[in-house]
């Protein structure tokens, strides 16, 4: 499994988190990764220059809109297993576990174990923001500067961290704002619309019905009867 880019492979510990990475599968020379960081498995988009960018976020997103759709559509709240779920996001298990955690820590899903144990959502779609969301699974700083300081000696290194800091802060204002307005309902709805499953249901269909006449292909619904 190559991540990022072509040539770098991981090392992967036995819980499924990589450990570090390298050139090649017969290389020497790695790069270890901090396994407190949860960008490891999911965030490491540019591993080149070993720089991350956290996905976090939407994948916690992906996560909630799979239980907010139920809601909206059944109009009851279902538990749901973190397997079933990494199926949709296509990514491993351990990765929706923790970002359940993440979630369950911030009061947004309530977990129960057992046989039937999964999550769910901890309250109305209509009530959680994406702004929750993100701050629940992201660092609160959107924008970061050097991780480490740059060269006080060159003009640009000197003053660079100063010049931008005030940008960042009104560029994450923006960001932030238009969060708070967006609702997980909102993201929902408009997936449920774009797959067809809205018109069905408005059509007086069930959701027992959607799953014995339909079947998604490219995440729309498409009558059994019309797949070759």
């Given at each position: 499994m190559?991540?990022?880019?072509?040539?770098?492979?991981?090392?992967?510990?036995?819980?499924?988190?990589?450990?570090?990475?390298?050139?090649s599968a017969e290389s020497s020379s790695i790069k270890l990764l901090d396994r407190n960081d949860?960008?490891?498995?999911?965030?490491?988009?540019?591993?080149?220059d070993f720089m991350n960018t956290s996905s976090k976020f939407v994948v916690a997103t992906h996560v909630m809109v799979a239980m907010a759709a139920f809601k909206l559509a059944s109009g009851k709240y279902r538990v749901f297993k973190s397997d079933f779920i990494s199926s949709s996001v296509n990514t491993n298990p351990v990765v929706i576990r923790r970002i359940l955690g993440?979630?369950?820590?911030?009061?947004?899903?309530?977990?129960?174990?057992?046989?039937?144990?999964?999550?769910?959502?901890?309250?109305n779609p209509d009530k959680?923001?994406?702004?929750?969301?993100?701050?629940?699974?992201?660092?609160?700083?959107l924008?970061?500067?050097?991780?480490?300081?740059p060269n006080q000696e060159c003009p640009i290194g000197h003053n660079i961290q100063d010049a931008l800091s005030g940008?960042?802060?009104?560029?994450?204002?923006?960001?932030?704002?238009?969060?708070?307005?967006?609702?997980?309902?909102?993201?929902?709805?408009?997936?449920?619309?774009?797959?067809g499953i809205s018109k069905k249901l408005a059509e007086g269909f069930s959701l027992e019905q959607l799953r014995q006449e339909f079947v998604f292909q490219s995440g729309k619904l498409i009558e059994k009867s019309l797949v070759a």
């Open positions: 190559n991540i990022g880019q072509p040539g770098f492979f991981p090392i992967v510990g036995g819980d499924g988190l990589i450990l570090a990475l390298k050139r949860f960008c490891n498995y999911i965030g490491y988009e540019s591993v080149g993440l979630l369950r820590k911030a009061g947004l899903v309530v977990s129960q174990t057992g046989p039937e144990g999964g999550s769910k959502l901890a309250k959680i923001t994406l702004l929750e969301i993100h701050d629940a699974v992201e660092d609160s700083c924008f970061h500067l050097h991780y480490r300081d940008v960042f802060a009104d560029a994450e204002s923006a960001i932030k704002n238009v969060l708070s307005k967006k609702t997980l309902a909102d993201i929902a709805r408009d997936i449920m619309d774009r797959s």
